[in-house]
């Protein structure tokens, strides 16, 4: 499978307790994506990756959060200090990221998301 | 701002109905917008991709047009089965200001097609 994979795919954690995840995009995929999803609504952008570079960064991401792309490869997103608003699909996506435009640079392509229950 | 509206947000059709998904989007200075395809409790399948520059793209029993001076775009499903079934989500990406290269996501519309 060359897909999107996230790691794990279900995590229960109690309130105040360190998570991380992981997102392994497609291989030649320059661009990784964070989103976090809640019942009901729309993926919210989190944070995104050129490469190792951290490019982005929603107002959603608290100081709690933290992301890395250490070698522009995989990716990791920690919340540190859970708290029961933090539960939601945390989803992760990759493209190509060209720069002629084309749609095949330019669709982001997501894993199957990590959900967060925090108690 | 950018909002994404999706309407409506719940659909049920009979098998074999042709049925259109609208989706909204108040800033037009867009690069593109995508569709995705969400089952429950798993992560999104792109569907269509459109350019701002195009008006619609096609792909099997899909059709998805745009009309960026207005705002909207249309999913266009064709002789619905019950794989259909599934929440379809529209994404726009912004031409400008932060966060270029992140989608914007509208709430979905969550579609049932009844064999």
């Known amino acids: 499978d060359t897909g999107v994979s996230q790691d794990p795919r279900h995590k229960i954690t109690k309130r105040g307790q360190n998570v991380t995840f992981r997102c392994d995009p497609i291989s030649e995929h320059n661009r990784l994506y964070w989103y976090r999803q809640t019942l009901g609504q729309g993926p919210e952008f989190l944070t995104y990756?050129?490469?190792?570079?951290?490019?982005?960064k929603s107002r959603l991401l608290s100081d709690r959060f933290s992301a890395e792309r250490p070698k522009g490869s995989f990716s990791t997103l920690e919340i540190q200090r859970t708290e029961q608003g933090d539960s939601a699909m945390y989803l992760c996506?990759?493209?190509?990221?060209?720069?002629?435009?084309?749609?095949?640079?330019?669709?982001?392509?997501f894993g199957p998301g990590t959900r967060l229950t925090v108690l | 701002k950018q909002e994404v509206t999706q309407i409506p947000a719940a659909l049920s059709v009979p098998e074999g109905e042709n049925l259109v998904l609208n989706c909204s989007f108040t800033d037009s200075a867009i690069y593109n917008l995508q569709w995705f395809r969400q089952d429950p409790g798993k992560g999104l399948t792109s569907l269509l991709l459109i350019q701002s520059s195009q008006r619609e793209q096609t792909s099997g029993r899909l059709n998805a047009s745009l009309d960026k001076s207005s705002g909207r775009s249309t999913l266009y499903i064709a002789a619905s089965q019950p794989g259909d079934s599934a929440t379809y989500l529209c994404a726009v990406r912004r031409l400008r200001g932060g966060s270029q290269g992140n989608l914007i996501f509208g709430k979905g519309t969550k579609l049932s097609v009844k064999p």
């Open positions: 990756f050129q490469n190792e570079a951290q490019l982005e």
């Open positions: 996506a990759s493209s190509l990221g060209g720069f002629r435009g084309l749609a095949g640079e330019d669709t982001q392509y």
